[in-house]
């Protein structure tokens, strides 16, 4: 059975703290592994990583994949209340026929206090 | 851009009453998706297509029928609507050939009493 696991399931930190969430997976037929972040309705995208060793950066926020290991991290640095939400991992698996699912995590929810 | 529309944004039906979830896309995506949030346990899969005419099977499809007779539209239907299935039902779409990221719609929060 596929599974992905995120860690931790909660966080709560101060303003300009740095943060590490952790996505670990056991599944078949990887293809990508991706981040998302929600806040009160739809996930919202932030990196999708297919090759180990090579950082995804967004501002403050950065992204690696070990695809040996088999597990990802999340980096936020200088955390603002803003980034306050559940951040999702998800992995693609292959399925057949050119197509795909995507197996989340059950999130990490973050929240920055002032 | 209206990206990936879901409508209604909230529903509550009576056990036993059917109901269909609507999901349109307007980016050409190949492949569209519905899941299911509930409280603890992340977005589990219900259904899947990857094009017109074509649908499978995702993590938790009972109870849920969908069909997909054009590219933009992929409805969710409830045959018999049961209180376990109160929950929050994301549709997403994405471009197959592409790249992996899905595109959500902003959610149908539905309660069956």
């Known amino acids: 059975e596929d599974k992905v696991v995120q860690s931790p399931l909660s966080l709560v930190v101060h303003e300009g703290d740095t943060v590490t969430l952790n996505c670990s997976y056991e599944?078949?037929?990887?293809?990508?592994l991706l981040w998302y972040k929600q806040e009160k309705k739809a996930p919202t995208f932030l990196f999708m990583l297919?090759?180990?060793?090579i950082e995804k950066k967004s501002g403050r926020l950065s992204s690696i994949l070990d695809k040996k290991e088999l597990f990802s991290i999340l980096n936020i640095t200088a955390t603002q209340t803003g980034d306050s939400a559940v951040y999702l991992c998800?992995?693609?698996?292959?399925?057949?026929?050119?197509?795909?699912?995507?197996?989340f995590g059950k999130g990490t929810k973050l929240s920055v206090i002032p | 851009n209206a990206g990936v529309t879901q409508t209604p944004k909230f529903q509550v039906l009576k056990t036993g009453q059917s109901m269909t979830l609507q999901c349109a896309q307007d980016?050409?995506?190949?492949?569209m998706s519905w899941y299911r949030q509930d409280p603890g346990m992340g977005l589990r899969l219900i259904h899947y297509?990857?094009?017109?005419?074509?649908?499978d099977q995702g993590e938790v499809p009972n109870g849920y029928n969908v069909s997909r007779s054009t590219t933009e539209d992929f409805p969710l239907r409830l045959l018999s609507a049961a209180p376990s299935q109160t929950s929050v039902y994301f549709c997403?779409?994405?471009?197959?050939?592409?790249?992996?990221?899905?595109?959500f719609g902003q959610g149908t929060r539905l309660t069956v009493v």
């Open positions: 297919t090759s180990s060793g």
């Open positions: 980016m050409n995506h190949e492949y």
């Open positions: 998800a992995v693609a698996l292959y399925s057949g026929a050119g197509s795909y699912q995507l197996t």
């Open positions: 297509s990857v094009g017109a005419g074509i649908t």
């Open positions: 599944v078949t037929n990887f293809r990508s």
């Open positions: 997403a779409s994405s471009d197959r050939g592409r790249n992996t990221e899905a595109f």
